[in-house]
Structure formats: C-alpha cells, structure tokens
C-alpha cells in the first residue's frame, strides 16, 4: 500500500508517453481515447498526494518526484495535442510561448535561490491545473479552444507569478505552501496551517 502513490505518480508518466504514442500513429478516435486517458492522468495527481497523506509518507522526496512528473506529463501531453492539433497551436503560439517562459522562470528562480525544483503545490495552481485540463479536454475535443484558452492563458501568468513570489518569500526551500499570505507567514517563522488532503 505503501508504494501506491509512487505508482500512481510513474503510471501518469506512462499515460503522457502512450499519448504520444497514440498520437504519432493516428488512430482512430484519437481525439475520445486521448480525452480519457489524460482524464485519467489528472485522477493519478489529485490521488496520489490524497493517498501519500493518509498514509502519511507524504515527503519532500515524493513531492519533489510528484512535481517534477507532473511537468514531464503536460509537456508530453503538450506535444501529443500539438501533433493532433496543430492549427491551435500555430494560432496561439505567442501566448503559449508566453506561459512556457513564464513558467520556466518559476523553476529559474527556484533552482538560482534553493538548487531545487518548485513544489509549493499552492492552491491557485491547484485551481490552473483544473482549467488547463479542461481547456486541453476540450482542444482534445474539438482541435480549439477560444473563451477557455483565454482563461487558461490568463489564470496560468497569475499563478505562475503567485509561485514567484512565495519562492522570493520564503527563507528555505519548502514544499506544500497555499498561498503568498503562508509564505509571509513562514519568512516570519509563524506555523502555517495546511490543508489535510491537499497540502502537505
């Protein structure tokens, strides 16, 4: 039981790498069978950190793996949409290449500052994730996406900067932080408190 979280956590690197797969050779319904196997992928990462935290194993270790999955995942599934919808792609390329620098600055400043990968786990970026993965379901879908996207785009630049800042904020390198308002907290060496299933 005890290895069920780390299972789950290599089981979404395998979901990425067959969406890939699947989408390089084309098949038939791609778009339905690529919809429920990233479905599935998302379950992985909401469970795998519940599971870790019932069993209480839920270390910086594990949440480092998680995270560092978690990035593998989305690019492989990046890529795998990329090749099935291309078109979506070409016509966001600004905004998309946006996010990606933006993004690529949290794990910048937190290698610069700490020598480790980002693991806050905050809540915003609990809450892009849900809206990536609708906006990727629904460009999966139907090869487009326009009021969604634009969500995405948006929410994932204010998060991206809210992990920024908690990782400028916070003294030592920690994992499980919910917000900016917890990394004030923990500069001034106060116990912040977390959520018992989705944060450390």
């Not at 699947?22 to 909401?46: E, K, M, P, Q, R």
């Not at 995270?67 to 990046?78: E, G």
């Amino acid at each position: 039981m005890k290895y069920l979280p780390k299972i789950l956590i290599v089981s979404r690197l395998c979901i990425g790498i067959l969406l890939v797969a699947l989408s390089l050779l084309h098949i038939s319904n791609y778009n339905v069978i690529a919809a429920i196997l990233f479905s599935i992928g998302l379950l992985t990462d909401i469970f795998d950190g519940i599971i870790a935290r019932r069993l209480n194993i839920s270390t910086q270790s594990l949440r480092r793996m998680d995270s560092t999955v978690d990035q593998v995942f989305f690019i492989l599934v990046a890529i795998a949409t990329f090749i099935e919808s291309a078109a979506f792609f070409h016509d966001n390329y600004i905004k998309l290449i946006i996010l990606i620098v933006v993004e690529a600055a949290t794990y910048l400043v937190c290698f610069i500052k700490f020598k480790k990968e980002v693991a806050t786990h905050s809540i915003g970026a609990k809450v892009w994730t849900l809206v990536l993965f609708a906006t990727i379901i629904q460009i999966m879908l139907t090869f487009n996406s326009n009021v969604l996207f634009e969500i995405c785009f948006y929410l994932g630049i204010a998060t991206r900067l809210e992990i920024i800042a908690i990782l400028l904020i916070i003294p030592n390198w920690t994992n499980d932080i919910p917000s900016v308002y917890q990394a004030v907290l923990l500069r001034k060496g106060k116990p912040i408190k977390r959520h018992k299933l989705f944060n450390g």
